[in-house]
């Protein structure tokens, strides 16, 4: 038997549900986003905050890809990368394949910064969830796995 059988409950209503919930998701983690950023340093844009973490999650990389992963216009990557390197989180190197390319990638620093302000951000997440059982854990986590599409793939977050 389906929920929404023993629930009494139309289909498009819990699909309503369903997109007021993520809504509520999405905008919650981007004010703790917005908080983070902050915390890592208050006199950059959010934006330049997304570029930290990319590079904290992917590695090394150049501008274009950092353009084109965080769905920025390279004008803005650039400048935004000028203020994270001028403040001492980023590096600018020489690309060790060609010699031409420019790599970027986090100081010490920077990771560093990194790491205090997601730790804030991490401990309202973990706090709502303090009192789930493992079991509840583990089955929210397969359900977001199975939303994002990962089970296809057999991706782990």
Do not use: C
Not at 84 to 110: C, K
Not at 130 to 155: C, I, V
């Amino acid at each position: 038997m389906k929920y929404n059988e023993v629930k009494n409950e139309p289909r498009e209503k819990l699909e309503i549900e369903l997109g007021e919930q993520l809504n509520a998701l999405i905008s919650a983690s981007h004010a703790l986003n917005v908080r983070a950023a902050a915390k890592f340093d208050s006199s950059l844009q959010p934006a330049a905050f997304h570029i930290v973490r990319w590079l904290y999650s992917y590695g090394p990389t150049n501008a274009a890809t950092l353009a084109e992963s965080t769905a920025m216009d390279r004008s803005s990557v650039s400048r935004l990368v000028k203020q994270l390197e001028s403040l001492g989180y980023l590096n600018r190197e020489a690309s060790r394949s060609d010699g031409r390319g420019i790599v970027l990638s986090l100081t010490e620093h920077g990771q560093q910064k990194l790491i205090d302000a997601l730790k804030e951000k991490e401990s309202v997440f973990y706090e709502r969830i303090s009192d789930w059982e493992d079991a509840e854990l583990h089955n929210f986590n397969q359900m977001l796995r199975q939303f994002n599409g990962l089970h296809r793939y057999g991706t782990q977050p």
